[in-house]
């Protein structure tokens, strides 16, 4: 799977659980917080997912091909110019924040300065400031149906994520490979038994809910433009995905990621307004 992307043949139809899905949080830290609201959100979570699995619209392969969304060419279409703000972006490499300093529940599976973030946007709340350094981008993400999710994802070189799967299986990832260094056998993404790899300007289609691990063995940084869009379901599942979706955003889980990120973006910017007005010599 050089390209990327998978095959038709490949994909497979709705299974049983023991086949396919595990519909519980693996290999994150579940939302542990002490409230009754989030373990009654929680609860409902769990049967969502069961629902989700039942009603998919297009099956429930790991790994999709791309033909089954046609609109995934048009945001390969707009890679030059994604590509060009990344770079300006990279240029404060250094200073972007970890994954975990975002998502303190990511710690389980990385507590290294090896995955870096630049987030545009969440569960319906965005970042203004990251969105207009990246304007570009932003208007190509808003070709994807069901947009929920989009943030530039940053493997340092040597970086593994082990094994783990997603919080929930109401949204299919999205990975347009950015930057993808060589060598390809040292570089790739596991989604249950398929391995993929990136390609600079390709898009990669995966369901997060499998068990899933990612690894960066080269000596140079791998970028991809990382988005969650609504997985197609049928009724009644679309309609109760809906709902948590909107609600999601109310859990603890989600609200801290957000006052953290606030919080980096406060200082991330001030800091860029002091070196743009520093006195010249």
Known sequence: MADGTAHAGLSETPASPAKGQSFSTVGIEPMGRPSAITRFFMGIVAWAEKLNF???????????????????????????????????????????????DISTDVKSISSDNGWKTFFLAGFGLKSEQNIKACPQTWQAVQKIPGLKTAMFSIFEPGKHLPAHRGPYNGVLRLHLGMIVPEPADKLAIRVKDQICHWQEGKVLIFDDAYEHEAWNHTDKTRVVLFVDFVKPLKFPARLVNWALMNVAVFTPFIREGLDNHKEWEKKFYAEAEAFRNRPQN
């Open 54 to 100: 039942k009603y998919a619209k297009l099956g429930n392969p790991p790994v999709y091909d791309n033909a089954t969304f046609p609109w995934a060419a048009e945001v390969e279409k707009a890679w030059p110019q994604i590509r060009a703000e990344l770079d300006r972006v990279l240029l404060r490499q250094s200073e972007l924040p970890t994954f975990q």
